[in-house]
Nanobody, 116 residues
Framework: QVQLVESGGGLVQPGGSLRLSCAAS????????VVWHRQAPGKQRELVAV???????KYADSVLGRFTISRDNAKNTVYLQMNSLRPEDTAVYYC??????????WGQGTQVTVSS
């Protein structure tokens, strides 16, 4: 069973940057897609960015042009580079692996706080 572990969260000032990592214990190609979600206090979880197994990417409108999802195949890791961070980006960020069949795999989440 593949496990996903997020890291890289923290406190950053508005306008700053962070890079989140989602490391898989096995092959990242076990998933059809790896998805970054986030959940802010009192709000529903929302999709942030998607990396398909073929390398295609998709983004939520709210992060388009500021966030970049990428993958290091050798490290079985998917990254989320977050630039020009805003207070409204504050949330717990989760990565999710979507296998070809069966249940999705979720990481434990990493807190991102954007505040001066």
């Amino acid at each position: 069973q593949v496990q996903l572990v997020e890291s890289g969260g923290g406190l950053v000032q508005p306008g700053g940057s962070l890079r989140l990592s989602c490391a898989a214990s096995g092959s990242i190609f076990a998933f059809n897609a790896v998805v970054w979600h986030r959940q802010a206090p009192g709000k529903q979880r929302e999709l942030v960015a998607v990396m398909l197994s073929g390398g295609q990417t998709k983004y939520a409108d709210s992060v388009l042009g500021r966030f970049t999802i990428s993958r290091d195949n050798a490290k079985n890791t998917v990254y989320l580079q977050m630039n020009s961070l805003r207070p409204e980006d504050t949330a717990v960020y989760y990565c999710k692996g979507e296998p070809p069949a069966g249940d999705d795999y979720w990481g434990q989440g990493t807190q991102v706080t954007v505040s001066s």
